[in-house]
């Protein structure tokens, strides 16, 4: 085909992505509709074949520089135009991970069982017999514990504080880090932080304090377990990653269900922050423990309406999106 009917055969194309880069620098994506942007893919696409063929069969004439300028243009809009981080982290953070966490929710049922196992067996343990403690707690911190004192001093203690709560971010990413070997780490890191938390509530019944030690626990407990639960989740899909790969290398598996761990601990992170404000604020105030278990009753609808809304929402557009194409 000559250059000159190869021009006016495809003119109007070009044309056509020009005048939508035009539009582009004017308005911007956000002013396109879902066909728009469509149609600029297909104009790209169209244009990009184009300069392919100019290039092999007329070399590097006018109509070649030309085509080469269009098509740089627009790749820059396609390419380089990104949402910004702030939306996508917001997006991340209200929609992606909840729905994340349902896609693996295998992980995070065999987590938490693995934990609240623990924390049955040392609980059930220490109740039957107070010293049994010693097994899982230092013998100075068992005899240093009163949970009958005065709740402020209580609290203040170096030993509530390092052993349950300011601990459990490094507990949460102990436990995914040690997914590498082969979940063992894992559920290890699980079992080991709740058999102290067990064996504590366990001390907490003896003394007759079940009230005021799960007001402490309780009010920012339910977040921080569950990030725990999550972070736990990641490493056992690190771990089993390893152990069955599938139809990929072990090396493919890694990297491919490694990225979902990292997602879903990156995700624990806000949670763990919201948590330890509640931890300043609300767990040491002078609010009565009825409030706290309250509070903690709140934070712990809350977080299951974070997590069910965004599924249910995702269900209702695939249903809809279904529906549509069935329509059609």
Known sequence: MKEDKFIKQNSETWACLEKTLNKLKSKGFQKFGKDELHDFINLYNLTCGHLSYCRTYYGNTNTTTYLNRLVASAHSYIYTTKISNVKKLWKFL???????????????????????????????????????????????????????????????????????FTNNIRVGFMAFALGITLGIGTVWSLVYNS?????????AFHQSANLRFWSLILPHGVLELFAIFVAGAAGLII???????????????????????????????????????IEGFITPSGISEIAKLSFALFTLIVLALYLVIP?????QAVIKAASS????
């Open 311 to 315: 599924v249910l929402r995702h269900k």
């Open 94 to 164: 209200v929609h992606d991970f909840p729905l994340l966490i349902r896609e693996n929710i295998i992980y995070l049922i065999v987590s938490t069982s693995v934990f609240m196992l623990g924390f049955l067996i040392s609980f059930i343990y220490t109740l039957v017999y107070s010293d049994n403690a010693l097994a899982f707690v230092p013998q100075n911190i068992v005899e240093s514990i009163d949970f009958n004192g005065n709740s402020a001093d209580m609290w203040d203690s170096p030993v509530m504080s390092s052993l349950i």
């Open 195 to 203: 058999f102290l938390l067990g064996s504590l509530g366990a001390l």
């Open 239 to 277: 771990g089993y990653s390893l152990i069955n790969p599938g139809i990929y290398s072990r090396r493919d598996s890694f990297i491919i269900r490694g990225k979902i761990g990292i997602k879903l601990v990156c995700g624990t992170i806000p949670i763990f922050v919201i948590a330890g404000l």
């Open 325 to 328: 194409s069935l329509d059609n």
